[in-house]
């Protein structure tokens, strides 16, 4: 399927501000970005300008695989935005990633239902040039 299709996607994104641009930024050069406490080694997301787990101000931006397994899902039959018109039904889900933060996602174009505690990975959908956003896949077909 042709990146087009994700087009009319942009205009949902967020607004991108000092403390989302490096996951977004991280997106658009194939990387899922998470911030990582540099005092106890916590991931998490969404950022924050200090740790959720211990309250230091020392979080940084690191790669990692953004891998997981499905904490809980939703299929959406109705549209609700004209980007999802071509992919309904779709699923959305909350992915417990293995770096710890859980990931609200749409999950496009799946070949079967997927189950909670399946493995799935990262699937990033580019939009344009300079943007793009997160979505998974289960690992298995
Ligand atoms: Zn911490």
Not at 25 to 36: I, N
Not at 131 to 139: G, I, K, N, T
Request: hydrophobic share 40%.
């Amino acid at each position: 399927m042709s990146d087009m299709t994700f087009a009319a996607f942009g205009e949902l994104l967020p607004e991108i501000t000092p403390m989302n641009a490096p996951f977004w930024e991280g997106l658009a050069q194939g990387e899922v970005r998470l911030q990582k406490c540099g005092q106890c080694d916590a991931y998490q997301y969404p950022p924050e300008t200090f740790c959720y787990e211990c309250g230091a101000q020392s979080m940084s931006w690191v790669a990692v695989s953004g891998e997981g397994t499905v904490y809980s899902y939703i299929v959406v039959h109705q549209m609700y935005h004209k980007a999802f018109r071509s992919f309904l039904p779709y699923t959305v889900a909350i992915v417990q990633t293995d770096e710890g933060p859980r990931m609200l996602t749409a999950m496009l174009n799946l070949r079967r239902p997927i189950q909670i505690g399946e493995r799935v990975k990262p699937m990033i959908r580019v939009i344009d040039a300079n943007r793009a956003f997160l979505s998974y896949v289960p690992v298995k077909d």
